[in-house]
Nanobody, 125 residues
Framework: QLQLVESGGGLVQPGGSLRLSCSAS????????MTWFRQTPGKEREYVAA????????YYDWSVQGRFIVSRDIAKNTLYLQMNHLQPTDTAVYYC??????????????????WGQGTQVTVSD
């Protein structure tokens, strides 16, 4: 059973940057893609960015396009999310997820096989 552990969250001022990491407990050879989601209280978990594990193709939600960068290090079994120009609306618990197969969309949270426990990101003065 693949286990995912996020790290790197914290408190940052508007305009600042953070880098999140998501470490996998074992090899990721069977993973098709990994994705970052985020969630605020009372709202559905929302898609942020995805990366195909094999060729590294990246995809972003419009709300983070141009500010966030998703990447992966296959040798380290680690997913990253570089977040720049952070805004208070980016405040959320951020989760990483992994899927064994592509279901036709990266945005469907129910299509993922593995989830991390989440890391809090707070953007505030």
């Amino acid at each position: 059973q693949l286990q995912l552990v996020e790290s790197g969250g914290g408190l940052v001022q508007p305009g600042g940057s953070l880098r999140l990491s998501c470490s996998a407990s074992e090899g990721t050879l069977n993973i098709d893609h990994m994705t970052w989601f985020r969630q605020t209280p009372g709202k559905e978990r929302e898609y942020v960015a995805a990366i195909t594990w094999g060729n590294g193709a990246t995809y972003y939600d419009w709300s983070v396009q141009g500010r966030f960068i998703v990447s992966r290090d296959i040798a380290k079994n680690t997913l990253y999310l570089q977040m720049n120009h952070l805004q208070p609306t980016d405040t959320a618990v951020y989760y990483c997820a992994a899927a064994n197969y592509y279901s036709g969309s990266y945005q469907r949270s129910y299509s993922y096989d593995y989830w991390g426990q989440g890391t809090q990101v707070t953007v505030s003065d």
